[in-house]
């Protein structure tokens, strides 16, 4: 029954997109170019929005376990026995027993910054990367630059 209903939805959302694509206006629309300009005056009033990421300015206490953590644990999936090997290259400590980073893993994800996975009995984790948009005004003598939040969050869901 399962699989009967992820094949409608999948039919479904085709033909939803099917509907979205035949709605665009053509490349040859004559509208083309009056929201192109549109996108030009708006850039003329001189606002812009970047782009950054939580990890960029979260400050972790250093020599914690907490710091330990957030310094080995990547955007890729990773166990906790490389965990534990990566700490003892980078920072030269070794834990006795692997049950105390378990709490501070649990807080990074109940927080939202770690992503966890329990596939085949083994457990994983990463980080999650959380962007954030922030908007000003360009000052005189300054030039916009360019950035696309969708795309950036394209590029990390690929990943």
């Not at 039919?11 to 300009?37: N, R, Y």
């Not at 994983?124 to 990367?129: E, S």
Request: hydrophobic share 35%; proline share 3%; charged share 35%.
């Amino acid at each position: 029954m399962m699989v009967l209903k992820r094949v409608v939805r999948l039919i479904m959302g085709f033909f939803k997109d099917v509907k979205d694509w035949s709605e665009e206006p053509a490349a040859t629309s004559p509208e083309l170019p009056k929201k192109e300009l549109k996108i030009e005056l708006l850039a003329e009033k001189a606002a812009f929005k970047e782009v950054h990421s939580v990890w960029d300015y979260l400050k972790i206490r250093e020599n914690t376990q907490a710091h330990h953590l957030a310094s080995v644990i990547g955007f890729e999936w990773i166990e906790m026995l490389e965990i534990r090997r990566r700490i003892k290259e980078q920072f030269g400590m070794e834990y006795q027993n692997e049950r105390s980073l378990y709490p501070y893993i649990k807080t990074f994800t109940d927080c939202g910054l770690f992503e966890s996975t329990d596939i085949g009995g083994k457990r994983k984790w990463r980080r999650k990367n959380i962007l954030i948009t922030t908007q000003g005004e360009l000052r005189q003598g300054e030039t916009e630059k360019p950035v696309e939040a969708k795309e950036k969050q394209e590029e990390i869901k690929k990943d």
